[in-house]
């Protein structure tokens, strides 16, 4: 499964870096050209190398990324509660919602049995989806209340399902498309990397993760994880 991501993220790495090593020729051209007049502009060619610095550091970051991303795929499994990693995670983003005038709302079951994961993946997945939501809420108009709802409940599947909602920008029909493909993103200071990245390490817990969206109206990620087995407390 993992491989399979690997492929998407190669070519999605390949358009990426291609973005800033075209800017980067571009710049140096001009470069070049503003050296040559007989009195170059020192000013012009400054700022100029100052651009090509910064596309040099995103095909870096780009990289940088990838790598972090091969690297740290070992799964560490412990039993945990479900609810209590939702309370880590959220804890990490307390600041921003209260920034944003957010209003968080819980509905956690309470008889939820243990779940055998690596709860520090488990935490980015909540994390990233938490963060997505404050993004999609951040620029509402300052009427419209802002409101992000999780919710936790054991399913008859014997999963435990998590849902993030918010009431943000949501999402058209062709962008619900794209936005679980590597690199996909419509934030300008996104890498697109939050979605696949959950959808893989849920995947590996043997669980799934989809949405439902509507533009203007909001978004709803959720996500399902297996209740510990039995066979489990043999490992
Ligand atoms: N809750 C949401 N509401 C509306 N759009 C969303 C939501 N979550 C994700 N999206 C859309 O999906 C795109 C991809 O999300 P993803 O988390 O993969 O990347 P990102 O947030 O843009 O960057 P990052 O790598 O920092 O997570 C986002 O850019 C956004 O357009
Ligand atoms: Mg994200």
């Known amino acids: 499964m993992r ?5 998407e993220l190669a070519s999605g790495i390949a358009h990426e870096v291609n973005q800033p090593l075209t800017a ?24 100029i190398l100052q651009k ?3 596309q040099a550091l995103k095909a870096g970051q780009i990289i940088h990324h990838m790598r972090e991303f ?9 039993t945990a509660d479900m609810n209590a990693l939702i309370e880590n995670a959220v804890s990490l983003s307390v600041t921003d919602l209260k920034q944003y005038n957010i ?15 690596d709860s520090v993946q488990i935490e980015q997945v909540i994390l990233n989806l938490v963060r997505n939501s404050i993004d999609a809420l951040k620029n509402l108009p300052h009427n419209k209340p802002r409101k992000l709802f999780i919710q936790t409940l054991l399913n008859d599947d ?3 399902e998590v849902k993030v909602k918010d009431n943000g920008i949501g999402l058209g029909q062709s962008s619900q498309k794209k936005i679980l493909t590597p690199f996909y993103t419509t934030k300008s200071s996104g890498m697109g990397m939050g979605l696949s990245i959950s959808q893989s ?17 909001g978004s709803t990620f959720y996500f399902t994880i297996p209740v510990r087995r039995k066979s489990d407390d043999a490992q």
């Open 158 to 160: 014997h999963f435990i």
């Open 52 to 54: 090509t610095h910064d």
């Open 3 to 7: 491989l399979g991501l690997m492929g």
């Open 201 to 217: 390490i849920i995947k590996s817990h043997d669980g799934a993760l989809y949405f439902a969206s509507k533009p203007g109206k």
């Open 70 to 78: 091969v690297r740290s795929k070992k799964i560490h499994r412990s």
């Open 103 to 117: 209003l968080l709302t819980f509905n956690l079951a309470d008889d939820l049995p243990a779940i055998y994961v």
């Open 24 to 47: 980067i020729v571009n710049y140096t051209q001009a470069c070049l050209r503003f050296i040559q007049a007989e009195k170059p502009d020192l000013s012009k060619l400054s700022s």
